[in-house]
């Protein structure tokens, strides 16, 4: 596609509940990002993805969070039982290099997980 | 990673240039200065990066001094649509972007 595409926009769960957060990247683009963003804060490194391989998770949080991708296509971020402390935008950046230059990330618009 | 300090946030004006600088003293030799933007409920998006001296590109021009322990951004004649969030990043090429804090730069009309 055009753009990096994530869905849903918004998600309102229960405390407890399991979610699923997807990211579609740019066609082509090999490495994917997830990061989380925290009301009024920066952007917190999650996970990187090579192809469908992860070489650096060292961003998430808990074992509640995990996260795959299906060969060099869309990307699927799982917390589960979401607990208050999950709630945040999180944005999923693609780019084109084998090993993603700087001024080469894409971002999608984010999901807002609201965790009530 | 190079650790980077830039103010909190600015105000300013539309019609004004606004020069937001970065702080970066522990640069090494290998790391490049990049600048993202990103405003209200969207992500990031790439504006300029640069190594050495002075790069300008349609949106920015960036200045970094012979040192490179420091580098600024500049906005030229800023309008409304450029209030936003700007990170300054500094680090190797290829590292993973980690994102500090930002500068909220807020136009006034």
């Known amino acids: 596609g055009a753009g990096v595409s994530q869905s849903p926009s918004n998600k309102v769960t229960e405390k407890g509940k399991d979610v699923e957060l997807r990211c579609d990247p740019i066609s082509g683009h090999t490495a994917l990002y997830w990061y989380r963003q925290r009301l009024g804060q920066g952007l917190e490194f999650l996970i990187y993805f090579q192809g469908n391989s992860a070489p650096d998770k060292s961003g998430l949080p808990s074992d509640r969070f995990s996260a795959e991708r299906t060969g060099e296509s869309v990307s699927t971020l799982t917390i589960q039982r979401t607990q208050q402390e999950d709630s945040a935008v999180y944005l999923c950046?693609?780019?084109?290099?084998?090993?993603?230059?700087?001024?080469?990330?894409?971002f999608g618009s984010g999901t807002r997980l609201t965790v009530v | 990673l190079a650790k980077t300090t830039q103010p909190i946030s600015m105000d300013s004006y539309e019609g004004q240039e606004v020069n937001i600088t970065c702080s970066h003293n522990?640069?090494?030799?290998?790391?490049?200065i990049t600048w993202y933007q990103q405003f209200p409920s969207q992500g990031p998006r790439f504006i300029i990066q640069?190594?050495?001296t002075k790069v300008t590109n349609e949106v920015a021009s960036l200045f970094i001094p012979a040192d490179r322990k420091s580098s600024t951004l500049s906005l030229p004649r800023v309008s409304l649509s450029d209030t936003a969030v700007y990170y300054c990043?500094?680090?190797?090429?290829?590292?993973?972007?980690?994102f500090g804090k930002g500068t909220r730069l807020h136009i006034l009309p």
């Open positions: 522990n640069i090494a030799t290998n790391d490049y």
């Open positions: 640069g190594y050495k």
């Open positions: 990043l500094v680090g190797d090429l290829y590292d993973k972007i980690i």
């Open positions: 950046a693609s780019s084109l290099a084998d090993r993603g230059r700087k001024d080469g990330y894409t």
